[in-house]
């Protein structure tokens, strides 16, 4: 008995076990078929699909809220402030204090495209870096992480954790403003900005939120 391989399927380029197109395509109607006219849009059909569309058509709705405030319950009014070179921080926040802090603060740049520009005509106020300030207040950590649970339900994350940064602390004084801008991303994963005032004795001082010009 003879044993060895079909000499003319190795040299003529032709697999006898391929399956033909038409088989694989089912006669051209997969996975681009040729029917209808070249201007046509496909429709794509089936209850997967019409559940997909109809999950996207109500993304607005589930979308949470683009912005929103009020007093954040959930924080101690002594959140134990120390910032470096100026020891305890009262709140609300003295004269005395005040200029002390101001004296080892940074004044608050902005970005403008790819350049970090000053200009108090922008952007007038103060500023810490987080490794200059200090929270004692182990009930303000355990409030932020209570705060972070209702604000990811309120932006739409519902069930979604999200971890709350401090950025940098900020003074404002008499005078002082940002005006109009589009926060930046931070670092990545960032998806909101959270500002936290605390008890301060002030007048004046408007917080203007807007989106889409509105």
């Given at each position: 008995m003879a044993w060895g391989w079909d000499r003319e399927d190795e040299y003529?380029?032709?697999?006898?076990?391929?399956?033909?197109?038409?088989?694989?395509?089912?006669?051209?109607k997969w996975p681009f078929g040729g029917e209808g006219q070249p201007g046509d849009?496909?429709?794509?059909?089936?209850?997967?699909c019409q559940k997909i569309s109809e999950m996207l058509a109500r993304a607005d709705d589930n979308a949470g809220e683009y912005s929103f405030g009020g007093q954040a319950s959930?924080?101690?009014?002594?959140?134990?402030l120390h910032g470096?070179?100026?020891?305890?921080?009262?709140?609300?926040?003295?004269?005395?204090?005040?200029?002390k802090l101001i004296a080892k603060c940074d004044k608050s740049?902005?970005?403008?495209?790819?350049?970090?520009m000053?200009?108090?005509?922008?952007?007038?106020?103060?500023?810490?870096?987080?490794?200059?300030?200090?929270?004692?207040?182990?009930?303000?950590?355990?409030?932020?992480?209570?705060?972070?649970e209702t604000i990811a339900g309120r932006l739409g994350y519902n069930g979604v954790p999200l971890q709350c940064k401090l950025y940098k602390l900020l003074v404002y004084g008499e005078g002082g403003h940002f005006v109009k801008h589009q926060d930046t991303e931070k670092e990545d994963g960032m998806v909101a900005t959270m500002?936290?005032?605390?008890?301060?004795?002030?007048?004046?001082?408007?917080?203007?939120?807007?989106?889409?010009?509105?």
């Amino acid at each position: 008995m003879a044993w060895g391989w079909d000499r003319e399927d190795e040299y003529d380029g032709v697999d006898r076990n391929e399956p033909s197109e038409e088989y694989v395509f089912g006669g051209g109607k997969w996975p681009f078929g040729g029917e209808g006219q070249p201007g046509d849009v496909p429709t794509p059909s089936g209850a997967a699909c019409q559940k997909i569309s109809e999950m996207l058509a109500r993304a607005d709705d589930n979308a949470g809220e683009y912005s929103f405030g009020g007093q954040a319950s959930t924080l101690p009014v002594a959140p134990g402030l120390h910032g470096d070179g100026v020891g305890l921080i009262p709140v609300p926040l003295t004269e005395e204090h005040a200029t002390k802090l101001i004296a080892k603060c940074d004044k608050s740049p902005f970005g403008r495209k790819l350049e970090t520009m000053m200009d108090e005509s922008v952007r007038k106020s103060w500023q810490l870096s987080p490794d200059q300030v200090d929270i004692k207040n182990p009930l303000w950590s355990t409030g932020i992480d209570k705060l972070g649970e209702t604000i990811a339900g309120r932006l739409g994350y519902n069930g979604v954790p999200l971890q709350c940064k401090l950025y940098k602390l900020l003074v404002y004084g008499e005078g002082g403003h940002f005006v109009k801008h589009q926060d930046t991303e931070k670092e990545d994963g960032m998806v909101a900005t959270m500002v936290v005032q605390v008890p301060s004795a002030h007048e004046g001082g408007t917080w203007w939120s807007t989106v889409e010009a509105r």
